[in-house]
C-alpha cells in the first residue's frame, strides 16, 4: 500500500533552517504530485507547497514564498521542504501529501483533493 514517511522536523531557533524529507513508497512516485501540509494546535490545515510529477511546477503558500523550497528525487521516491528564516509562527505538524492526476492552481492547494498523508512531523521554532 501506499506509505508516506516524514522525517527532518525538530526544534529550532528563529531565523534557522531544517529540511524535511518525505520517502514514498507503494507508488509510482515519478506519476504524482507531491504536496506539504502543515497544522497547528487548534487551527486549520494550510497549505505550504506542492509541486507536480506533470511539468515539475512549484507552488508556495503566501506564508513561506521566498523562505521555503520543495524539491523531489524521483530517483529516491523523496520528496523535500527546504525551510530557511523559520518564524515562530512556522510551528506546526508537517504533512507530506500525494495526489494523482493533472491538477489545477486552486486544486493543488487544497486538502481534500490529496490521496494519501504521511503522519507528520513536528517542528517547532523558538523566539
Known amino acids: 500500500q501506499v506509505q508516506l514517511v516524514e522525517s527532518g522536523g525538530g526544534l529550532v531557533q528563529a531565523g534557522g533552517s531544517l529540511r524535511l524529507s518525505c520517502a514514498a513508497s507503494g507508488l509510482t512516485f515519478s506519476s504524482n504530485n507531491m504536496g506539504w501540509f502543515r497544522q497547528a494546535p487548534e487551527k486549520e490545515r494550510e497549505f505550504v507547497a506542492a509541486r507536480t510529477w506533470s511539468d515539475g511546477s512549484t507552488y508556495y503558500g503566501d506564508s513561506v514564498k521566498g523562505r521555503f523550497d520543495i524539491s523531489r528525487d524521483n530517483a529516491k521516491n523523496t520528496v523535500y521542504l527546504q525551510m530557511n528564516n523559520l518564524k515562530p509562527e512556522d510551528t506546526a505538524v508537517y504533512y507530506c501529501?500525494?495526489?494523482?492526476?493533472?491538477?489545477?492552481?486552486?486544486?493543488?492547494?487544497?486538502?481534500?483533493?490529496?490521496?494519501?498523508w504521511g503522519q507528520g512531523t513536528q517542528v517547532t521554532v523558538s523566539s
Open positions: 501529501a500525494t495526489r494523482r492526476g493533472l491538477v489545477t492552481t486552486q486544486s493543488i492547494r487544497a486538502a481534500p483533493t490529496y490521496d494519501y
